[in-house]
C-alpha cells in the first residue's frame, strides 16, 4: 500500500475559473457545439485542475482529488452504478443523453428531484431507487478520468459518494421502500466499479460519507453505523480493490459511526475538525482500529471563506496526532463550495482580502500545516506569527464593529417580532379584491441577454445611469403588461434590475463586499457570486423602492414587492465568524423592516420575504436545532414585524423537507407561504394537510428548474392534488421558484397553462358551490 501523502484536499472547484465548463454546457445544450467537442472542454478544464493543484504543493501520488463531474457528483455515481428509473426506458448510464435527460427532464418525462446538499446551497440530483431498480457496474467513465491524469504523469485519487449515503439520499418514488434497504444488492457492484478504478491505475478512492454525520435524514444515525459497518466491512475486504479513505466529514462524526469505521478494513478515514468536534473518550477497540489507519484531519475550512487560524488548526492537528498510525492534513470539506483564489479580486479593500483565503489560498495553507506537521512549528514561524496578526488587526477594522447598530439590536422587544392575529390581518386584506385560487408567479422574471448586457454597460461606463434607470423601467412596464395578458392576480415586477437575489441587496447594504470572479457552483450549470458579509450592517437608503412603486404606477392589480429575507441572505453569503450567526441576522433583518416601511409608505399591498434558504441552514445535529430555529424565525418576524395588518407578507421556501421546519414555517407568521413542489411530485403537499397549517400557501404547480413546458392538464393534476389537502379559499397557484433562468417562450407557455388550468379549477369550484358556470 502506498502511503496518502500529509498534504491533500477533499475536493476543488470544477466549473472553472472564469467558469469555462459552464459556458461549454450551455453551448452543448443550445446546439452551438457538439458532444466531442464538449468533452474536449471538459477535458481541458480538468487538466486545468490537476496543474493548478500541483502548482500549489499537491504533487504526490494521490494527493489530487480527482472530483470533476459534468453536473453532479451524486447522479455521476448513481450511474457509476447503473441506478437510471425505469421511466427512462433502456438509457445507456455512461452517455451524455442519458445523464442530461435525468439531469435537466425530457419532453416526456420530468427530471430527477432535485434539493439541498445536507445544509449547503449545492444542490444535488436525488436518485430514484427502488425494488426494481437493478444495479449494475458502469465505471467506464470514471476510469477513463483515471487514465486521462496517469497518462500526464499523475496518479488521481477518485472521488465518489459512498454507498451509505448514495443509499441514504435517495428516494423510492412509489415510498414502498427505503432505498438503504437495497445496501447488500449494492456493495457487490461498489466492489467491481472499484477494482475497475484500480485497474485504471488508481491507488486511492474516497468514498464520501457525509450522511454518517447527520442526524436529519429518514435514516437514524444508528441505522446508517450500522449500514457503514457492513458496507466498508464488504468493501475492504474486496480483491483488488485500491486503498479506500472514506470522508465522514461535514461535522461531528458520531460514536457508532466513528467505531464502524475505525474497526473497518479501510485504511483512512477523514474527519471534520472545522465544524466537529475532536474525537474523545474512545474506547480500547476504537483507538485500537484508528492507531492501525491514516487519519485525514479536516482543520482548513473548505466551506467559508475566511483564513485559517493556524495556531488553532495545529492545536487541532497535534490532539488527534496519537490517534493515528499517520497524520494527513486536509480540508474539512471540497472545496467545491468557495470560489477559485483570492488574488483574482484586486479591487476588494485591502484589510479585507487580507483576512480572507479561497480555494488556492486554503491548499497554500493545507501545505504550510503540513510542513509544520512534518519539520514542526518553527518551519512555519512567519507565517504564524502573520496569521495572528490578521485576526488581531481585523477588529479594529472600521465597520466591523458599529456601535449605533448594537444598540438598535439590543433594544430589541419581543413586541417587534409580533404582528396583529392572523385572522384580523385576513379581514384587513379582503381589500385586495383577489380571487378564489388567485395566480402569480415567485418574483423573477427571465434575464435576457439584453438586461444582463444594461448592466454590463453601465458598469463600464458606456451607459448612463439615466439611460440604464429607462432602459430597466422599459423592462418593469414590458413585464408588467405581459402578466395582464396571461390573466396573472398578483404581478411582480420582474427584478430585471437584480443580478442575483442576494447580491442585489450586498451591494446597496453597508457591511458586505461583492466579488467579480468568485462564482460557486450551485447545481449543473448555474452559479452563484457569494457576497461577503463582513461587518455590522445598515441601510443607507431604501433598495427596491422605487422599482415596485413604478410597478405599481403600471397597473391596478397588486404588485409584490420582493426582498430576500435574512435568513437567506446569511446562507447564500460567507458571512463573518466572529460572532454568533443569530446577532448577523438580526442587523439584516432591521434593514429589511425599514425597507418594508419604505415599501408601505410608496402603496405597496403585497411584499414577499423569501426565505428558500430556511431548511438549508438546520443544523445536521438534532441538539443545535431548536437555537437555530429559534433565532432564524426571529429574524424574520423581526424583519416583518412592522408591517400593518392590511399589508399581505408572503413568503417563499424551494428545496424544503416542509416536514421537517413545519413548526419554523409556521412560525414565520406569514399570510402566504410559496414552496416548491411539483419536482417533488407534490409529496410536499401531503405534510401540508397532516400539519394543519393554517394560512395561506402556494404549492408550486411548475417545475422551473427544467426546461420543460408543462402541459394545461399536468399542472391541473398537481393543483387538483392541492386542492385535496388545502381548503380553496388559502390556495394559490404559482410556479416552484422565480423564472429568472427560464427562456421567454417557455415561461410565456408555462404560465398560460399555469393560468388556463386555474381558471378551470375556479369555475369547477363555482359550479360546486352552486353559482352558475
Given amino acids: 500500500m502506498t502511503d496518502l501523502p500529509i498534504a491533500t484536499v477533499l475536493g476543488y472547484p470544477r466549473i472553472g475559473r472564469r467558469r469555462e465548463l459552464k459556458h461549454a454546457l450551455e453551448a452543448y445544450w443550445a446546439g452551438r457545439i457538439d458532444a466531442a467537442e464538449l468533452e474536449r472542454r471538459a477535458a481541458a478544464s480538468r487538466a486545468a485542475v490537476r496543474r493548478r493543484l500541483v502548482e500549489l504543493g499537491l504533487d504526490a501520488a494521490s494527493g489530487v482529488p480527482e472530483s470533476f463531474s459534468l453536473y453532479d457528483q451524486v447522479l455521476d455515481t448513481a450511474l457509476a452504478v447503473g441506478a437510471v428509473p425505469g421511466r427512462f426506458g433502456a438509457a445507456a448510464p455512461g452517455a451524455l443523453d442519458t445523464l442530461f435527460a435525468l439531469a435537466r427532464g ?35 467513465r470514471l476510469a477513463a478520468l483515471v487514465g486521462e491524469a496517469v497518462a500526464e504523469g499523475l496518479v488521481p485519487r477518485p472521488v465518489l459518494v459512498g454507498p451509505v449515503t448514495l443509499l441514504a439520499l ?118 485500537a482500529g484508528l492507531a492501525a489507519k491514516t487519519l485525514v484531519a479536516g482543520v482548513v475550512d473548505g466551506r467559508n ?3 485559517a487560524d493556524l495556531a488553532v488548526a495545529l492545536d487541532r492537528l497535534d490532539a488527534v496526532a496519537p490517534l493515528a498510525r499517520r497524520l494527513v492534513v486536509s480540508t474539512a470539506a471540497s472545496l467545491l463550495h468557495v470560489p477559485h483564489d483570492v488574488d483574482d479580486e484586486p479591487d476588494l479593500p485591502a484589510p479585507l482580502r487580507r483576512r480572507l483565503a479561497f480555494a488556492d489560498q486554503k491548499v497554500r495553507e493545507v501545505a504550510l500545516l503540513a510542513r509544520a506537521v512534518e519539520r514542526g512549528r518553527a518551519s512555519i514561524a512567519e507565517d504564524l ?18 456601535p449605533a447598530v448594537r444598540r438598535r439590536v439590543e433594544a430589541v422587544g419581543p413586541g417587534e417580532r409580533s404582528r396583529a392575529p392572523y385572522p384580523q390581518r385576513v379581514a384587513a386584506q379582503h381589500g385586495l379584491g383577489l380571487p378564489p385560487l388567485p395566480t402569480t408567479t415567485i418574483g423573477s422574471f427571465p434575464q435576457t441577454d439584453e438586461v444582463r448586457r444594461l448592466r454590463v454597460r453601465l458598469a463600464k461606463g458606456e451607459l448612463t445611469a439615466e439611460a440604464y434607470e429607462t432602459a430597466i423601467r422599459d423592462e418593469i412596464a414590458r413585464v408588467i403588461e405581459l402578466q395582464e395578458d396571461l390573466g396573472l392576480d398578483v404581478l411582480v415586477h420582474g427584478e430585471p434590475e437584480r443580478n442575483d437575489m442576494v447580491q442585489y441587496f450586498a451591494e446597496a447594504l453597508d457591511g458586505f463586499a461583492t466579488t467579480v470572479h468568485g462564482w460557486v457552483q ?21 433598495i427596491t423602492v422605487r422599482w415596485s412603486r413604478f410597478a405599481q404606477s403600471r397597473t391596478p392589480r397588486p404588485v409584490k414587492g420582493m426582498l430576500t429575507g435574512p435568513v437567506t441572505i ?73 408591517a400593518a395588518p392590511s399589508t399581505q407578507v408572503h413568503t417563499h421556501l424551494c428545496y424544503s423537507e416542509f416536514a421537517e421546519v413545519i413548526d419554523a414555517i409556521d412560525g414565520l407568521d406569514a399570510d402566504v407561504t410559496s414552496i416548491e413542489a411539483s419536482r417533488s411530485r407534490m409529496e410536499v403537499v401531503d405534510a401540508v394537510r397532516e400539519s394543519g397549517f393554517a394560512r395561506g400557501i402556494g404549492p408550486g404547480v411548475w417545475d422551473i428548474h427544467s426546461p420543460r413546458v408543462p402541459g394545461e392538464q399536468e399542472v391541473a393534476s398537481h393543483l387538483a392534488v392541492s386542492l385535496a389537502a388545502v381548503p380553496a379559499d388559502r390556495l394559490w397557484v404559482n410556479p416552484d421558484c422565480g423564472l429568472k433562468t427560464r427562456g421567454y417562450e417557455e415561461t410565456v407557455a408555462s404560465l398560460t397553462n399555469l393560468v388556463s388550468a386555474a381558471r378551470a379549477a375556479r369555475a369547477r369550484l363555482t359550479v360546486a358551490e352552486g353559482e352558475p358556470a
Fill in 570 to 642: 446569511l446562507a447564500w453569503s460567507f458571512v463573518r465568524d466572529d460572532q454568533p450567526l443569530g446577532a448577523t441576522a438580526d442587523q439584516v433583518a432591521l434593514a429589511l423592516r425599514d425597507e418594508i416601511a419604505d415599501l408601505e409608505a410608496a402603496g405597496i399591498r403585497i411584499v414577499q420575504v423569501d426565505e428558500p434558504a430556511l431548511r438549508e441552514l438546520l443544523p445536521l445535529s438534532r441538539a443545535r436545532q431548536p437555537e437555530y430555529l429559534r433565532w432564524s424565525v426571529g429574524a424574520f418576524r423581526l424583519a416583518t414585524g412592522g
Fill in 385 to 402: 506569527a502573520d496569521s495572528d496578526r490578521a485576526i488581531a488587526e481585523w477588529a479594529a477594522v472600521p465597520g466591523v464593529r458599529i
Fill in 170 to 287: 435517495s428516494k423510492d418514488p412509489s415510498a414502498r421502500t427505503a432505498p438503504l434497504e437495497r445496501l447488500d444488492d449494492l456493495l457487490p457492484v461498489y466492489a467491481a466499479v472499484l477494482r475497475a478504478l484500480a485497474d485504471a491505475g488508481a491507488e486511492w478512492v474516497q468514498l464520501d460519507e457525509p450522511a454518517l454525520v447527520s442526524e436529519s435524514l429518514a435514516a437514524r444515525p444508528a441505522e446508517l453505523a450500522d449500514a457503514a459497518a457492513r458496507t466498508y466491512g464488504v468493501l475492504g475486504a474486496a480483491d483488488g480493490r485500491p486503498s479506500l479513505l472514506v470522508a465522514a466529514t461535514w461535522g461531528t462524526l458520531p460514536a457508532p459511526a466513528l467505531r464502524a469505521l475505525a474497526t473497518s478494513p479501510v485504511e483512512a478515514v477523514a474527519l471534520d475538525l472545522v465544524r466537529g468536534d475532536l474525537p474523545v473518550a474512545l474506547d480500547d477497540e476504537v483507538r
Fill in 305 to 307: 471563506v475566511w483564513r
Fill in 106 to 140: 425530457t419532453d416526456e418525462q420530468p427530471p430527477l428531484e432535485m434539493t439541498k446538499w445536507f445544509d449547503s446551497n449545492y444542490h444535488y440530483l436525488v436518485p430514484e431507487i427502488d425494488e426494481s431498480t437493478t444495479f449494475t457496474p458502469n465505471a467506464d
Fill in 522 to 542: 450551485s447545481y449543473g450549470s448555474r452559479c452563484t457570486r457569494p457576497s461577503i458579509l463582513w461587518g455590522d450592517v445598515t441601510r443607507p437608503a431604501p
